[in-house]
């Protein structure tokens, strides 16, 4: 298991292969538009936390990121993560030395 910065305090499960992790995330049985914030009168921050909830009880929360960084998902909450996050995230990880 690999620890995740964020809000998260529990580890999270090593990546999985593409498609087979889906059937495990926690946001099957979520409405998807949770992932999605709008501007609908209840504001973003809103809608976001609740997303972030899904996502912390997630077993598949880190292949859900890498799926979200690897195919430059351009909305939503992916990982646990909002675009700006995840474009930070992958700022950070462009600047970071590469180990061999």
């Given at each position: 298991m690999t620890p995740v910065s964020?809000?998260?305090?529990a580890p999270l499960p090593d990546?999985?292969?593409p498609g087979q992790w889906e059937p495990s995330?926690?946001?099957r049985t979520t409405?998807?538009?949770v992932f999605f914030p709008a501007t609908d009168g209840h504001g973003p921050e809103q809608t976001t936390e609740a997303a972030k909830r899904v996502?912390?009880?997630?077993?598949?929360r880190r292949a859900c990121l890498a799926h979200a960084l690897e195919n430059q998902e351009p909305v939503g909450i992916?990982?646990?993560l909002t675009t700006r996050e995840r474009g930070?995230?992958?700022a950070k990880m462009l600047r970071a030395p590469r180990r061999c």
């Open positions: 964020g809000n998260s305090a990546l999985q292969p995330a926690a946001c409405d998807p538009q996502c912390n009880r997630c077993p598949v992916w990982g646990g930070r995230l992958l």
